[in-house]
């Protein structure tokens, strides 16, 4: 076992990409020499199962929402021994360069991408319990998301807000909720913003220029973008079309002009 270990989760409507372009990109670019990467299974198919050899695949019942379930079996890894845990999605983000040093920087924190004006609390509060809802406002009151697409703490740390995380929320099943409980609970306790070209949600950071050459994102500076995250619920919100790992990948999309309206309309609507 490695001193540090990144998670992720998926399905198989999700394994092929996973295998395909997360993992092949985070092998390819980052430096796994004290990092460990295992799989939270909740219904990879076994043909997924038998191309993820060398990864560490725990599988799980699939009793509500991926994006809960994986704070709750989470707990067992955190539980393995490892220091540091990092938490990804790995149906729509992609490493372009090594990210292994975020391992040993702010230690003691929560570490993640925050995006900003994100009317998260207006949408997802009422699916937290009615006693904590108070405080969720407070906490966050004028500040930004907490974005879950990539987030970093220690074993122990990851594994108490986990706990708690499962104790405020009201259902597993439901969309959306984690990511202000995850906010809210970070915020409680120590955070450290990373840089948001380590979690580049396009559809969010629409004001950051960037270019697609050869399949590879790069800001207009010339820096390739370290992880990329083509975030959207449904495929119609996703900025980036045939996204992915490889040169023939990555073709801007409709939603990337329509984001910058879509987002104005949203702040408008669900102000706090």
Partial sequence: MKRNVIVTASDSKFGDFLIDHWLKSLETNVNLEDIDVVVLDYGLSDTQRKRLSGVNVL?????????????????????????????????????????????????????GVVEYDVPYDSLFLHKFKKEVQADITAATKGKGLINGGLILASANLFKEIAIEYLSIVNDLKSFGPDQLGVTYLSYKRSFAELDRKYNFIINSFVED???????????????VIPVVHNAGRYDFFR???????????????????????ILRLSKFFFRK
């Fill in 59 to 111: 599988k799980y019942v699939r009793d509500g929402h991926v994006v809960n379930l994986r704070y709750r079996d989470l707990v067992t890894v955190c539980d393995m021994g490892y220091e540091q845990v990092l938490l990804c999605d790995s149906g729509d983000l992609i490493f372009q360069s090594d990210i292994s040093h975020l391992f040993t920087q702010h230690k003691t924190s929560v570490r």
């Fill in 209 to 223: 220029k960037f270019v697609i050459k050869n399949g590879v994102f790069y800001f207009a500076s010339g820096e």
């Fill in 239 to 261: 900025p980036i079309k045939n996204f992915g790992f490889g040169k023939d990948r990555n073709k801007l999309g409709l939603a990337h002009i329509f984001m910058p309206i």
